[in-house]
């Protein structure tokens, strides 16, 4: 039903009002007190098979939803509710910023692809912090917290604009990501480079002690799938030296090559990073890399191309601790979520790679 909804009525919709519309009735049924909870009955991923522990954190299955979805933690507990295993917010930065000027999200349906270049839109640090903080415990998923820089700061003053971020929004989070991997915040991706990025990573988990007493903050650096190889390995080689808890692979893609729209429709779109399949194998044989790099002992969480349990799996068994998808839902609906897990606890239980099996039950 879904996919005739989407083929005949949704398409048709501008890509950002109708997120909005969506996310609305997303969190005006599986939000509210009454409803919400059966929803999240109905809709959990309730095999134990898929049950994993990843830095200490228990996850209920491994499908988190990744940022960009929800900016500004407008509804994590209901999105939890369709069956993710996890919600990463974000990308949220130090100041509030609208964002780049629309229309800045599109969809490339032949290729079951987005476009966007949304430049990190949301309500900023503080305005985040007094959402989460108002979520009743009881409720609460597991929380990834992704922060990304303030496209009116300047490069020297990364490191401070990151620093405030993670100051008041670390202790609200099971994992934090530190983003330096989208393509529509000018000068971001320089940050990728080992010599910048070592010195703000630094920073971040500096600050992140400081302010979360008690507990460690496990912290992740997320990467773009444009990254050469021996860029791949040389952020895997600086986050086995940092002591980094592990890496998010792959944000989207500048590249258009091998896609089924007509270059002239791309085209017209302008700018901005590519999602979903078109980014599948590539995001494939990056987590085969940085596994070999990393060991057995780092997180990594795939995200990019995973539309289907075979696809959860295949990136479990090339080395993923977990995995995200944000385009799959776009396509998929609000069950989606719930059929993933059913097809990825099915190949799990054939045991056809007995050690993948194990490593989702029992990844730390």
């Given amino acids: 039903m879904y996919d005739l909804l989407f083929q005949h009525v949704l398409r048709r919709i501008p890509a950002e009002p109708i997120h909005g519309v969506a996310f609305g009735a997303i969190r005006g049924v599986a939000g509210v007190p009454l409803v919400g909870p059966r929803v999240g009955r109905l809709l959990a991923a309730s095999d134990p098979v898929l049950q994993t522990r990843v830095f200490g954190v228990d996850f209920p299955n491994p499908l988190g939803l990744a940022a960009g979805f929800d900016k500004d933690a407008r509804g994590p507990i209901a999105l939890s509710r369709l069956g993710f295993g996890f919600v ?3 990308t949220i930065t130090a100041r509030p910023q609208p964002g780049n000027p629309k229309p800045r999200l599109f969809r490339l349906p032949a290729d079951k692809a987005l476009v ?3 430049g990190f839109n949301n309500s900023g640090a503080d305005a985040v912090a007094a959402r989460l903080a108002a979520l009743p415990a009881e409720s609460r998923p597991v929380l990834g917290i992704n922060i990304g820089k303030s496209k009116v700061a300047r490069p020297d003053e990364a490191v401070a604009d990151y620093r405030y971020s993670a100051r008041a929004l670390g202790r609200f989070a099971d994992y934090v990501v530190v983003n330096v991997s989208s393509p529509n915040t000018p000068g ?5 480079q080992v010599g910048v990025l070592s010195p703000l990573l ?21 990467i773009t799938t ?18 980094l808890d592990g890496v998010v692979a792959t944000n989207t893609t500048v590249s258009r090559s091998g896609l089924r729209t007509p270059a002239a429709e791309v085209e017209a779109l302008g700018a901005g990073g590519v999602s979903g399949l078109p980014l599948a194998q590539a995001a494939q044989e990056v987590v085969g890399r940085l596994r070999a790099t990393l060991g057995p002992d780092r997180t990594i969480i795939s995200v990019g191309g995973i539309f289907t349990g075979e696809d959860a799996y295949r990136r479990i068994a090339a080395g993923a601790s977990l995995v995200q998808s944000y385009t799959g839902f776009i396509y998929g609906g609000g069950t989606w979520p719930r059929r993933l897990n059913t097809e990825l606890a099915a190949l799990l239980h054939d045991n056809a790679h007995p050690s993948v099996a194990a490593a989702v039950g029992t990844a730390d």
Avoid at 188 to 192: E, K, T
Avoid at 210 to 222: D, E, F, H, N, Y
Avoid at 226 to 243: K, N, T
Wanted: hydrophobic residues 50%; charged residues 30%; glycine residues 6%.
């Fill in 202 to 222: 630094e920073a971040v988990r500096e600050e992140l002690v400081a302010s979360v007493p008690g507990r460690t903050v496990p912290l992740l650096v997320k």
């Fill in 188 to 192: 971001l991706r320089d940050l990728q």
């Fill in 88 to 90: 990463e917010l974000g």
């Fill in 226 to 243: 444009d990254l050469a190889e021996d860029d791949v390995a040389a952020v895997a080689d600086m986050a086995l030296r940092l002591g």
């Fill in 116 to 118: 966007n270049r949304m």
